[in-house]
């Protein structure tokens, strides 16, 4: 019996300054309520899907900064979507910001959770990949704070068995990074989860921002085939205060092929109907680690963080 995986990239359209929590959840209930009359078992929604993209403003109020963030998850604005949720028997990933006491310091992470069907929280992933930068840029059209607001994440990419299949999360910048899929792979990994928020104007390369929809499937096609594995990816999108964002959300099989990919930038479901044992002709031949890697010449990929050329 195939292990048939029915999953929806569920993508949200802007989220303005103003849009409160509560609209926010309304739009995503509308989305698992679709999901559920199509035969979903798992809805993939973005990266801080709760709020519009606060990294792109200077704050200097630590409480106006702090506003953005989730102190409890779930805490009533979210509760909804768990009970609903549950009652259509669908699992869920949720990306949000974490505001969270821990080792008697208040923590910032850009965080994200998977919710199985019973609406138990079974994973937990905090962004490590922080785009952008720490200190106000007035240069910028418009700012990409990540590296101010957040920490890097702690968790490192765990996976775990849920849905019947090997499961791990990533958020957004992490998905242009081959490490982000390998630490994945190397536990077995059969679907990473994704949300994303990516504006399309990049002001450090603009002569990159034609490619934008081109670049973020690039890299989530050549994670899914290097590692063999599903890879789901969630967008937020369209105009947040006048900030271009793009949609292109898509499912892509361990082929590497795009099986679906979102046709608006608005909220928009996109369904495929993922066989996780397509996973298993990849990753026992062409991508077999075990019989091919070789670790002992890749210690440069953990040993430097920048590049250093030859004299
Ligand atoms: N956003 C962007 C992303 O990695 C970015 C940052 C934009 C990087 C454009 C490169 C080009 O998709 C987040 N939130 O990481």
């Not at 959840?25 to 519009?52: H, I, K, S």
């Not at 909220?267 to 990753?283: F, G, M, N, P």
Request: aromatic residues 10%.
């Amino acid at each position: 019996m195939p292990r048939i995986l029915t999953v929806a990239a569920a993508q949200l359209g802007p989220i303005q300054r103003a849009d409160d929590r509560g609209s926010a959840v309304a739009r995503m209930c509308a989305l698992l309520r679709q999901a559920g009359a199509n035969g979903c078992d798992l809805v993939v929604f973005p990266e801080l899907a709760l709020t519009t993209f606060f990294p792109r403003w200077f704050m200097e109020d630590q409480a106006e900064v702090d506003s953005f963030f989730e102190r409890a998850m779930p805490a009533p604005e979210t509760q909804p979507l768990f009970d609903l949720a549950k009652e259509l028997a669908i699992g869920f990933y949720l990306g949000f910001a974490e505001l969270v006491e821990e080792e008697g310091r208040l923590r910032h992470f850009n965080t994200s959770i998977l919710v199985d069907k019973t609406g138990a929280i079974v994973l937990k992933y905090r962004k490590i990949h922080l785009p952008g930068h720490a200190e106000h840029e007035p240069w910028r059209a418009f700012q990409h704070l990540e590296k101010r607001y957040f920490e890097v994440g702690n968790l490192n990419w765990p996976v775990t068995r849920s849905l019947g299949g090997v499961l791990g999360m990533a958020i957004c910048n992490d998905r242009r990074w081959p490490e982000t899929y390998r630490v994945m792979g190397l536990q077995g990994v059969e679907m990473v989860l994704i949300g994303y928020n990516t504006p399309r104007h990049n002001p450090p390369a603009p002569e990159h921002d034609r490619l934008s929809e081109f670049h973020n499937h690039l890299a989530m096609q050549a994670g899914a085939y290097q590692n063999g594995t599903w890879v789901v990816g969630a967008a937020k999108c369209g105009v947040e205060e006048g900030c271009e964002m793009i949609g292109a959300s898509a499912i892509i099989a361990p082929t590497g092929q795009i099986v679906a990919q979102a046709l608006t930038q608005d909220d928009e479901l996109v369904i495929a109907r993922c066989d996780l044992d397509l996973c298993a002709s990849y990753k026992e031949t062409t991508f077999n680690f075990a019989r091919h890697r070789q670790p002992d010449q890749y210690g440069l990929i953990t040993a430097r963080a920048g590049a250093i050329p030859p004299d």
